[in-house]
Every structure is written in structure tokens, then in C-alpha cells.
């Protein structure tokens, strides 16, 4: 009876371990690969600041930072547009950079391409983004973004929207994001990583 239970626990392990080197091996990295082939992949059409387009080919051809916000966010936005200037500033002292990088407008209605211009101009290699609120919303899911208006009191609205910088890779591959006010080495040790590679 012993020597059955004992066969059975050894089987239920041998299933477990089977299951997570599946995961391990098989699953997760899938998954992974998944995320950083398809993030900022979609059939968008945006117009940037300086007169291009921003399209999904616009991440190729070298590293890339993204960030979606807009200019009339009272914390978030300016906050992360000053660190991106020290990030540009610091790598600039090391003979890097600057890393290109493309403020995307979650709320189109009110931030024209000549008002975001204006908007990013104080900070070294920041391009605006705007379009039409049909495409800023393709732009928004190929990134798996969040954006959503907030009805203010007085009438008026806001934006809540996520806060992450995305940085891509000379492909347009995903490469990791940098979180809202992340500590400035390790941001910049990440973007050093992403041009180095």
C-alpha cells in the first residue's frame, strides 16, 4: 500500500515538473516573444510635429522611445518630459544619444501638431505625435496603452492614461519600458542597454 502511495505522489511530481518546464521552455517565452513582436504593430496613421508621419515603419531603423500623453496633463506628462531631457542630457555627456523619442497625444481634439510642437520643444529629441481621434485609438491598442477622458465639474475634461515610457529596438522590437519617475540610473542603464545593443 506504502509502495503505491509512494508511486503515486511520484507521478503526481513528474506531472507537476512536466507542466512547469512546459511553461519554462515552451509557454512563457512564446508569450514573450509575442508581446515584443507585436507591441506598436498596427495599421496607424499619425502625423508628427515636425511634418512626417508616425506609422508603425517609423520604430524601425534605430532605437526608439514612446511615451502617450498630452499637454494639458497637470503632473504626469511635463514630470516625465523633464526626465527624459536629464536621461537625453546624461547620455549626451557619455557621447550617446540622443535617443529618439515620440510624445503620442491621447487626446487629439485639443492637441494640434503645432501646440505639441511648442509642447516638446524644451526637451532634446522629443517629436510630437497627433492625428485624428480615430487613429490616436489605433495607435492606443497596437501599444496596449490605456487612455480614457475624465468629465471635469467645470465642464471641462481630463485624461487619465498610462505613464510608461516604451523604449523599441532598431527592428521596432519591444525592449523594455521605463515606469513614472523610475530611478534615473537604472532608467538610463536601460536605455545604455537598448543602444549598446
Known amino acids: ?13 513528474a506531472v ?26 498596427g495599421d496607424y496613421e499619425l502625423v508628427t510635429t515636425d511634418g512626417g508621419t508616425f506609422t508603425q515603419r517609423t520604430l524601425d531603423g534605430g532605437p526608439t522611445a514612446v511615451f502617450f500623453g498630452f499637454a494639458h496633463c497637470p503632473e504626469v506628462c511635463p514630470t516625465t518630459l523633464g526626465d527624459i531631457g536629464v536621461w537625453q542630457d546624461i547620455l549626451a555627456e557619455e557621447g550617446l544619444g540622443p535617443i529618439r523619442t ?45 487612455a480614457r477622458r475624465v468629465p471635469l465639474e467645470d465642464g471641462g475634461y481630463t485624461m487619465d492614461h498610462s505613464s510608461m515610457v516604451l523604449l523599441f529596438d532598431e527592428d521596432g522590437r519591444f525592449f523594455e519600458p521605463i515606469g513614472y519617475q523610475e530611478d534615473t540610473d537604472r532608467a538610463v542603464g536601460k536605455i545604455r542597454r537598448l543602444l549598446s545593443g
Open 1 to 13: 500500500m506504502m509502495r503505491k502511495v509512494a508511486l503515486v505522489a511520484w507521478g503526481g511530481l
Open 102 to 146: 515620440f510624445f503620442v497625444t491621447v487626446d487629439p481634439e485639443r492637441d494640434t501638431p503645432e501646440m505639441l510642437g511648442d509642447y516638446v520643444s524644451w526637451v532634446e529629441g522629443v517629436t510630437g505625435v497627433s492625428g485624428s481621434p480615430e487613429e490616436i485609438d489605433k495607435a492606443i491598442r497596437a501599444f496596449r496603452v490605456y
Open 16 to 41: 507537476l515538473a512536466l507542466l512547469a518546464a512546459g511553461w519554462i521552455y515552451v509557454l512563457e517565452p512564446r508569450l514573450n516573444r509575442s508581446i515584443s513582436d507585436s507591441l506598436g504593430h
